[in-house]
């Protein structure tokens, strides 16, 4: 029996990105197929982005373009992307990163590979504004790791390395809604993936993240009582999901 294989729905928030999406959307069109879909979604731009996509989207068919009628912010703007997604899995695209080229073979083989596994969160190179590489592991630059405890205390889950099942988004959709009121939507996604042991850690580079310099500079000390409010978040949190 010949196993059908899984379509991918590509999908990409943007906000005023003129001056990397274009970089963005080549980088992942390519390794498209025809039942697979870009869905790309402005969250109320005031510069050229949208006539960028306007034009890329009368060369691909695949390429679906909604705009938001204000700026919403990103959680509002995600979780829109996922309920227009129509595909097998959803995998997420940030407008300023630039997916590698055998990401989609690689997160496809997996899904395919681990019928069990729901949601895969996957390593990738750090860059610069200029497209330099600054880390060859954006695990290890933004302290990532299995370990709950440790997410817990120290750390969050970042949405751009994202790729999961579109049966999981539905089946948790409810509480996702609800809790992104609260949570930003890729630390509602990690925690909740993670408490139903869904999650799954891809020690390979599958894109490059971009960082900018005005991202890098000290981090400023945090007093012990914001520390505790922090943590207690994460607990209550997890405890939702």
């Known amino acids: 029996m010949v ?3 899984l379509t991918v729905s590509a999908v990409m928030a943007e906000y005023n990105s003129e001056v990397y999406i274009g970089q963005a959307i080549d980088s992942i069109i390519s390794q498209l197929d025809s039942n697979d879909e870009l869905i790309i979604l402005d969250d109320g731009s005031t510069d050229g982005t949208k006539n960028i996509v306007l034009e890329y989207q009368t060369k691909y068919k695949n390429i679906r373009f909604y705009t938001n009628q204000k700026n919403y912010g990103v959680d509002y703007t995600m979780n829109r992307l996922f309920d227009l997604s129509a595909k097998d899995l959803i995998v997420v695209c940030d407008s300023d990163d630039i997916s590698l080229p055998n990401r989609i073979e690689v997160v496809r083989k997996f899904f395919e590979e681990n019928k069990d596994s729901d949601f895969l969160y996957h390593n990738a ?3 610069d504004a200029k497209n330099n590489i600054i880390s060859n592991s954006f695990f290890k630059i933004f302290h990532q790791k299995y370990n709950l405890i440790y997410n817990i205390l120290y750390s969050t889950y970042y949405g751009t390395c994202f790729c999961f099942r579109r049966s999981f988004y539905l089946q948790n959709k409810i509480k996702f809604v609800r809790l992104i009121k ?3 939507w ?5 925690f909740m993936s993670r408490k139903k042991h869904s999650l799954k850690f891809l020690d390979s580079n599958l894109l490059k993240y971009r960082r900018y310099q005005n991202n890098i500079s000290r981090k400023k000390k945090e007093s012990i009582f ?5 943590r207690i978040g994460h607990i209550k949190l997890y405890l939702q999901c």
């Open 182 to 184: 609260l949570y930003p």
């Open 226 to 230: 914001k520390k505790i409010k922090k």
């Open 3 to 5: 196993e059908v294989k």
């Open 125 to 127: 190179f750090v860059i």
């Open 186 to 190: 890729d630390r509602v996604l990690g």
